[in-house]
């Protein structure tokens, strides 16, 4: 991949007069804190390194010099933005700066004006993005640049992730790195012909400011404007080249086994052997990752590498969970680590990590059967039940890494989840009866947490000074260590301990909170509705497998047209606490389809409601229809009129932050299959995976998840039946059975007896299974033969796990 992108970079930005823009303006790296938000297509290790100011073009560029400062009087006139829907987009609509929501409104205007399109992507609630629009955006003096020689378009990567990836697609082939704000300049065409991430306002000793920028494409686009648009189309047919994902001439994927073995040792050699994790800082959650190792650990169970896979996974998790990534005031993951021990986050909240990462800690906990994980899982998913869900069963994008100090103080990233020695002493002063020196509640707390005077956060991680004598809790001992350190019971410490966070947890609320992104997105949602489903059925918790449920009704009521049986993308939180759209809708692209359906299926399994298994059978028709490539195999990221005029027609070929549509949709129609026997589903995943087998065989690590459904389609999937009446009592003590063992590829159906059901309608040899008598049995069915049957819990689990 790297090789592929420095060679791409050498044939855009051959120099042909004066110093090319990449050359003259790329800066150095700096500390983490001060990147752009990192591209999670890249991948969640995230192996390229960002850049402050990263800039990448096809077009030399002369000199340019300083600008002005930031008006002190804000213009509050507001621009068209104000019209929109989007967290992200109403936040520049007071802008000085003629901004356009993307579309044929913008477009018509650039070609028609002959000028060029200043494409700018974020979202609500990144840190960066709130920087350059404080640096820049609200600049008079940059407002009227942009608004008087380019056609400015400001696009929620969110809403359209179709933008966002082809436009991230160029900046990272013609630069060394991507992540948000991305700002892109285009043609009237829509082709990018510059493009970067973020850009200080004014130049500095090592970095060209965004005025600086501006004015030298400017001049570009009047004097070499011709030479600009061939390097354009240049740019865009390489890209085309480079992006294609096709079967060609191969009839069949590659071996799962070569696959597996790769990719394991490519993660063992960038395993973090003390503190977990893969990669150097800054480090991210991984849920794609320890998803594979488990599948890895599970098939490879009586080997050294399968023991290893399973120890790298808990160990990541476990460090993960006592790092300061963690909030353990509040419950639920940040977005990534700034070090590599996990200690200092990046504090904004992802419903997507939410929801990856309960599952991990749910199949952690089916794997080692220690509470720990699954009461890691549980407090993720009270942190998303009290602070990211609608009232109507919807869950709500993210919350924000800055905020206030105190009110009408300027937001600082990480104020509301840090604290002071002071503060946690007036908090928790009462003495601790019964230990070996004189201790008070919160000296307590501050040793099991790392607390101290002077603030654990090194100032290597806080340029700014903003987090001085601040700390972030990371747990520091085991409970162990810290009872027998002041001489106490562990159980006693446990409860000062939970006692202690939940005053802290108190006296937070009284804090001015993070920015809530309430949009809702089909696909996250999806993700969290598999969050809960798979968590309520590990733990055998109706009130979580509820919570999954009310998602799907919320999904079916607010974000599904009946009659195109089409998803939406984006709903909106109104007044009132009502649920409103954008006019007209944003449809739903490939991801919501896959993630939307993955719920479905997980929550099907965690009910045995057969209605959420026919809606995914009709969702997965529909993303067929919409997505399918019928020549080249696999799905396109999105609708070809949806996508209409973008240079490129992608298909996502990295599992990130989340997984790849292509890799989740792969487990989808192996699913699918073992629900309903239609032999559709099985050649469309061969197919799929055939033309991704180019992409696995050169980085098997960059879709772990893929590998994983390369593995489970290369085996036999396991269809466990249980015959039974669903509200049963041992009906349920066997369905709890199976959700018990970590069985990643299986499916598990409830046949109730009734032929006329929707699964005996796509199974007919489920009428030829008996309860024994009459009693609750279970069946594991492989290449069409079943085992005998099986009536107790404890049977059942020996011949799932032997």
């Known amino acids: 991949m790297l090789g592929a992108r420095a060679w791409l970079g050498s044939v855009l930005l051959l120099p042909r007069a004066g110093v090319g823009l990449a050359a003259s303006l790329r800066c150095p790296g700096v500390w983490p804190r001060t990147w752009p938000h990192r591209n999670p297509s890249r991948g969640s290790s995230s192996r390229d390194k960002d850049r402050s100011a990263t800039v990448s073009s096809s077009v030399p560029m002369p000199a340019g010099g300083k600008g002005s400062h930031p008006s002190s009087t804000p213009q509050r006139v507001p621009n068209r933005l104000i019209h929109e829907k989007s967290p992200y987009l109403l936040q520049h609509a007071y802008n000085p700066v003629d901004w356009y929501p993307w579309g044929q409104e913008a477009f018509d205007k650039a070609r028609k004006e002959n000028k060029p399109i200043f494409l700018s992507v974020g979202y609500s609630t990144c840190h960066w993005c709130h920087m350059m629009e404080e640096e820049s955006f609200q600049n008079e003096e940059i407002g009227r640049l942009l608004s008087e020689d380019f056609v400015s378009v400001k696009v929620d990567r969110e809403e359209r992730p179709d933008v966002d990836k082809v436009y991230m697609t160029f900046v990272q082939a013609t630069s060394s790195g991507g992540g948000w704000p991305m700002n892109v300049w285009l043609t009237p065409n829509l082709q990018p012909f510059v493009g970067g991430t973020y850009f200080p306002p004014e130049d500095g000793l090592t970095r060209v400011g965004f005025r600086t920028v501006l004015l030298r494409i400017r001049e570009q686009w009047k004097q070499n404007k011709n030479t600009l648009l061939e390097n354009s189309q240049r740019v865009t047919t390489a890209l085309l080249a480079r ?55 599970l098939s490879h169970r009586l080997t050294q590498d399968g023991s290893r896979a399973q120890q790298m996974a808990l160990h990541t998790l476990k460090m993960m969970a006592n790092g300061g990534i963690r909030d353990h005031v509040g419950q639920g993951f940040h977005r990534y680590s700034t070090d590599c021990q996990w200690h200092v986050p990046h504090f904004e909240k992802m419903l997507y990590d939410q929801a990856q990462l309960a599952v991990a800690y749910s199949q952690a906990f089916q794997i080692s059967g220690d509470e720990f994980y699954s009461d890691v899982a549980k407090g993720i998913l009270q942190y998303v039940a009290r602070s990211l869900s609608h009232r109507s069963g919807g869950f709500y994008s993210a919350e924000d890494a800055d905020s206030p100090p105190e009110r009408g103080m300027r937001p600082k990233e990480g104020a509301y989840y840090v604290w002071t020695v002071k503060e946690v002493q007036q908090l928790l002063p009462e003495p601790v009866l019964g230990a070996t020196e004189p201790l008070t509640s919160g000296q307590l707390l501050m040793k099991h947490y790392g607390l101290t005077e002077a603030g654990n956060i090194s100032p290597s991680q806080d340029p700014k ?15 162990e260590l810290t009872a027998a350190r002041f001489g106490l019971d562990v159980e006693a410490v446990r409860t000062l301990l939970n006692t202690g966070l939940e005053k802290l947890f108190q006296a937070r609320k009284h804090r001015p909170k993070p920015h809530l992104d309430s949009k809702m997105l089909a696909a996250w949602n999806g993700l969290m509705v598999s969050g809960y489903a798979v968590t309520g059925a590990v733990l055998g918790q109706d009130r979580l497998i509820n919570y999954a449920t009310n998602g799907a009704k919320f999904l079916k009521r607010h974000m599904f047209d009946v009659a195109s049986g089409r998803l939406m993308r984006t709903c909106y939180t109104g007044s009132g606490g009502t649920v409103e759209h954008s006019n007209p809708p944003c449809w739903g692209f490939l991801e919501d389809y896959a993630f939307v359906v993955r719920g479905l299926l997980d929550l099907y399994e965690a009910s045995q409601e057969s209605a959420w298994l026919e809606w995914a059978l009709r969702l997965q028709d529909t993303q067929d229809r919409l997505f399918w490539d019928s020549q080249g195999g696999g799905y396109f990221c999105s609708e070809a009129e949806l996508g209409a005029g973008l240079p490129l027609r992608l298909k996502d070929d990295q599992d990130g932050a989340e997984p790849s549509a292509n890799s989740v949709s792969a487990h989808n129609l192996l699913r699918l299959h073992g629900f309903t026997g239609h032999k559709d589903w099985m050649d469309k995943c061969v197919c799929l995976l055939t033309a991704f087998s180019e992409r696995m065989r050169r980085v098997p690590v960059a879709l772990p998840e893929m590998v994983r459904a390369l593995s489970a389609q290369q085996q036999t999937l396991k269809q466990i039946v249980i015959c039974g009446d669903r509200q049963a009592k041992d009906t349920k003590a066997l369905v709890q059975c199976v959700h018990s063992v970590y069985i990643p590829n299986k499916v598990l159906i409830l046949a109730d007896g009734d032929p006329s059901s929707f699964l005996s309608r796509q199974l007919p040899f489920l009428s030829t299974l008996r309860r024994l008598e009459d009693q609750a049995t279970a069946y594991v069915c492989e290449n069409q033969a079943c085992s005998m049957p099986i009536t107790d819990p404890c049977e059942l689990r020996k011949l799932l796990h032997p």
């Open 243 to 297: 992006s294609e994902i096709s079967m060609g001439d191969r009839q069949l994927p590659p071996s799962a086994a070569t696959m597996n073995n790769r990719c394991f040792q490519q993660l063992d050699e960038g395993y973090d052997e003390e503190y977990g994790g893969f990669a150097e800082a800054p480090k991210f959650p991984t849920p794609v990752i320890l998803s594979f190792l488990f599948s890895y650990w």
């Open 465 to 479: 000074g903003e987090l001085q004598g601040q700390n972030v809790l990371t747990v520091r001992y085991s409970l």
